[in-house]
């Protein structure tokens, strides 16, 4: 059999075996983790075929299952071994502007926290730095250099229903002004 035929083999039986008890997908994507984090003591082209598995199959699996810490640890790790110059470009810009990022989420979260307690709306408030992976898919996507790149850091706002999301955004649109042509709903 060539790799190609017993590789689906594998992920055949992965996903039997799944059907059955979801603990086997669980195992598995965390062996799959802990591999990509040795994974330098690997021969380059075998970091690049195991690399692009992991990001082809097990971080959407990590991902449909709820797990984004693991996604995005995959992705991080897949990157540093498809692209490694654009992984340490990337990791080099993004250390050097940490603490301000820091800073600056820890600054934002409080106003959000505020201004949403002002207008009585029960909120949970987080905010996060984009990892590696995400960057340079949107650097890629748009053709762009890193300094391009504005979106750097994500909030997220968690509240009780439907309608307290409307108000929360509208007390998020009284605060920071939308940009024009750049607003996403996630609702």
Known sequence: KTSEEKQAENF????????????VILIKLCDRLNNMRTLEHLAPHKQKAIS?????????????????????ELEDLCLRYLHPDAYYKLAQRVTKKKREREKY?????????????EY????????????????????????????????MISFRIVVENIT???????????TYKPVPGRFKDYI
């Open 105 to 117: 989420t820890e600054e934002v979260t409080a106003i959000l926290e505020e201004k949403l307690k």
């Open 52 to 72: 692009q598995e992991t990001l082809d199959i097990y971080a959407p699996i990590a991902n449909r299952l709820g797990i984004s810490w693991m996604k995005l």
């Open 164 to 174: 307290e999301c409307y108000k929360a955004l509208g007390v998020i649109h009284a």
């Open 120 to 151: 009585d709306i029960h909120a949970s408030v987080m905010g996060r730095a984009k990892h590696f992976y995400s960057i340079y898919k949107k650097m890629e996507r748009r053709n762009v250099d890193f300094d391009q790149i504005h979106d």
């Open 12 to 23: 055949r039986k992965m996903v039997l075996a799944m059907s059955k008890d979801i603990r």
